[in-house]
DNA sequence: CGTTTCGCTGCAATCGTTTGCAGTACCGGC
DNA sequence: GCCGGTACTGCAAACGATTGCAGCGAAACG
């Protein structure tokens, strides 16, 4: 309970220093360190220095206002799509002296709450949302507390919270234009839930590069995932394959975990990739490249993303900024070795 | 800088609900709630309910001296090694009502030492360290200023700090056990650095097994790395091939990115694997199931491992606890496909 | 030499809670 | 009727910093 009172305060240099508390703030901050004489200041420095005086945060939170801290939501940092925007924030926040306090929301509903509810209380400066669904009403909430919050990785229809996002639709007509240059004309698209922003618009994105190619989409080619997950891609590229009647020479799948998936079913089935299916994932997460075959994919700049949003949080904290909504970053195709030119 | 002034405090509650703030914050706290009425109670949960009260925990860490916030220091997060741990250690941390600092660090000392002063700063409760290595004098500073410290995944020869870890000895007599079993004789050791704990005791093991084994290691029959990576892994066994003038026929390495390494060069000759050579990870990480050949690697419960030692650090809350130094977790061979009888 | 200005420092309130202590009211027992 | 006890509740001092305001001495100015 009572742990040992071993911190030394503003108070103990201030005795040290001969001076009064206030002027060791004063000394010790640089915004207001020319308001004491140089002399003194360097003494005090000298003096805090020696007794390894250490400032407390929480204490200087209190009256400020300010934590230097911003509260990170991820729906599950094992994905291996986080990592890399994690570190892009981090890095970035470090730079700005201020630290993430990240949680795992698993999509959960309640663990969103708990989690929101948790660094509310702990007087986060802002939010950074990489989670898929953000109940209305909490995103609501803190809209209304005027913590700054921006998403990524998705983005909300209204715009009504600012974004950094792939250009997804941009990014999938770059995965149906490369099957179609190969030569594929019978295209499908294993989708992911349409509930989330990024699967609903990567199916947009689908038909309308299909549209763009002169290419039609039937109902059988596409199938939609519950979840991003192998076994639902899996599941999915089952259906399609047997739906189109061994007519598909090509997949584009909406994320790379879809796409392994896809393989699998392939492998099952003794067919080969892409000498019978060519297969695009999306995301270029970690090590795909060491799959068999090494995957083609679009590749987003997570860690950028990552970066951006971090900038754009460190940013409002300035205050609101006017005619912000989402901003887009170029997604780039990586060409592996699960696309080649259709078979017979 | 001005932060609109919209949050409702204890001392809102208390004017609404005509009490004085001290009673307020006792009714409100579970633990001390039984000193009020009952009836007085309910008001103020109802008053408190209504108005949107939300306790700023940052004020009340000032006052208890604790933040019910543990730091994690991470070597890189985008090292797939480590979200499982991660997750380990946040789920059960929320459990509790804990949440979670992470950084990381790059084992860089001074990312290290900043990061350790701004989480000291913010008073965490206590550190869980993932990194390899620690400044012996940051530890010591931790230690001094009396904040638990458990490390996971490494471990210090003196056992100063607690630690939880898998039993590399024993994990890496399992892997030479298996390979000894298939029938191998000439068996290398691609190593870890040797200035982590963990690069260092797996070779420990490995010429303990083979000893164990009736099995001897010369010189050539180990190649140690400078980092853990693909590229050092690919250096090291491109070396160890060589030298072995090419009687070696398995390889266990120091840990799954080493042996991804050594199926770059096998790749690069076009030597197969298992047919020419047999190679064994260690951590079995995620997607290793999904290489060609699938890894035989040695699985380590990373998620409870990250549970054990947030668990450890809870407990560390009511105080030190006496002759607790490491605790070991049982690991477990995980067979796939890369590894078979030795050729000819 | 008196007055203003300036540079520096001290004072004290404040941030939002928690908590030891004291006070009050009521009840029961003798 | 007095006393002790019990059950609440209020008071006020913390926690460790920041900051507007005021004070003070010395320099500058007229």
Redesign the pocket.
């Known amino acids: 309970m009572e742990r040992v ?1 071993t ?8 005795r040290e220093a ?12 640089e ?2 360190r ?8 360097e003494r005090v420095l000298q003096v805090a220095e020696r007794l390894g ?4 945060r ?3 939170g ?4 300010r934590t230097y801290t911003i509260g990170v939501l991820i729906p599950d940092i094992t994905n291996p799509l986080f990592p890399p925007i994690l570190r892009g924030i981090e890095d970035r926040l470090l730079d700005e002296g201020y630290t993430a306090l990240v949680v795992n929301t698993d999509n959960d509903p309640v663990r969103e709450r708990t989690h929101v509810e948790a660094m509310r209380a702990r007087q986060v400066d802002g939010f950074i949302s990489a989670t898929a669904r953000l109940d209305r009403e909490l995103l609501d909430e803190v809209g209304a507390a005027d913590v700054p919050l921006v998403l990524v990785n998705r983005s909300l229809e209204d715009g009504s919270v600012p974004a950094v996002t792939v250009d997804d639709r941009q990014a999938i007509k770059l995965a149906v234009d490369h099957v179609v240059g190969l030569g594929h004309s019978r295209i499908g698209h294993v989708a992911g839930p349409q509930n989330l922003s990024t699967g609903h618009r990567r199916y947009q994105g689908f038909k309308e590069a299909m549209a763009a190619a002169g290419l039609p989409v039937s109902e059988d080619s596409v199938r939609f995932c519950r979840t991003f997950t192998e076994e639902e891609g899996a599941r999915a590229c089952a259906e399609l394959l047997d739906a189109s009647g061994g007519e598909l020479t090509a997949i584009v799948a909406g994320n790379d975990l879809l796409a392994i998936g896809c393989y699998d079913v392939l492998e099952e089935r003794g067919l080969s990739c892409p000498g019978y299916l060519s297969i695009v994932g999306y995301n270029d997460m970690p090590f795909v490249d060491r799959l068999r075959p090494p995957l083609t994919t679009v590749h987003v700049p997570q860690r950028e993303i990552g970066a951006v949003a971090a900038d754009l949080v460190l940013q409002l904290q300035g205050g609101p900024i006017e005619g912000l909504d989402e901003i887009l970053l170029d997604p780039e195709l990586v060409v592996r070795e699960s696309t080649g030119p259709p078979r017979g």
């Open positions: 009172r911190a030394v305060t503003i108070r103990d240099v201030a001969q001076v009064h508390p206030g002027t060791v703030s004063r000394a010790l901050n915004q207001t020319t308001l004491v004489n140089p002399e003194t200041a005086y250490r400032p407390n929480i204490a200087r209190l009256k400020t206002n």
